[in-house]
């Protein structure tokens, strides 16, 4: 027997390079939120009969609220169908974004390996970019979403 096949994509989120960055995100950076976005474009783009062949398998595995990082987990036959309808995606509630692929595997394994290695990268990036005004509770919350990855199953 075949057990049933994957494809898990680790995807970055853009904020719009052209707004103004505040310290406050203008979006909530949630599962609900991305999960929705993707949803919504793949109705938009492949229509009801698309997005119900999607959803069988189409699921945000984690989001990283400070890096604005995610992994989305789709079958092996849908995966292009939801990667195109992500690159068409062009806004999370009011604010524009853009996603970037970052890596594309067929095993959890490979994408924890991929999701760790660029969530410690981009936290890296954020402490430099914040300097002294990081505080503990952001510290406490990134250390608690690379535990959510490490014990990321399926």
Same mark, same amino acid.
């Given at each position: @027997?075949?057990?049933?096949?994957? %494809?898990?994509?680790v995807m970055e989120v853009l904020?719009?390079?052209?707004?103004?960055?505040?310290?406050?995100?203008?979006?909530?950076?949630?599962?609900?939120?991305?999960?929705?976005?993707?949803?919504?474009?793949?109705?938009?783009?492949?229509?009801?009969?698309?997005l119900a062949s999607s959803l069988?398998?189409?699921?945000?595995?984690?989001?990283?609220?400070?890096?604005?990082?995610?992994?989305?987990?789709?079958? %092996?036959?849908?995966?292009?169908?939801?990667?195109?309808?992500?690159?068409?995606? %062009?806004?999370?509630?009011?604010?524009?974004? /853009?996603?970037?692929?970052?890596? /594309?595997?067929?095993?959890?394994?490979?994408?924890?390996?991929?999701?760790?290695?660029?969530?410690?990268?981009k936290f890296e990036q954020y402490?430099? @970019?914040?300097?002294?005004?990081?505080?503990?509770?952001?510290?406490?919350? @990134?250390?608690?979403?690379?535990?959510?990855? %490490?014990?990321?199953?399926?």
């Amino acid at each position: @027997m075949v057990g049933f096949k994957n %494809r898990y994509m680790v995807m970055e989120v853009l904020l719009d390079p052209n707004k103004e960055i505040s310290g406050d995100d203008p979006i909530v950076v949630t599962q609900f939120n991305f999960s929705k976005a993707i949803k919504d474009g793949i109705l938009v783009n492949f229509g009801e009969c698309g997005l119900a062949s999607s959803l069988g398998s189409f699921q945000v595995k984690y989001v990283n609220p400070i890096t604005k990082l995610c992994v989305i987990r789709a079958s %092996r036959d849908e995966y292009q169908k939801i990667w195109s309808s992500i690159s068409m995606v %062009r806004s999370i509630g009011n604010c524009p974004v /853009l996603f970037n692929l970052l890596d /594309l595997s067929g095993s959890i394994k490979a994408c924890k390996t991929a999701t760790l290695k660029c969530d410690e990268l981009k936290f890296e990036q954020y402490k430099l @970019m914040v300097g002294a005004c990081l505080s503990a509770d952001v510290t406490q919350h @990134m250390q608690n979403c690379l535990e959510k990855i %490490r014990i990321l199953e399926h």
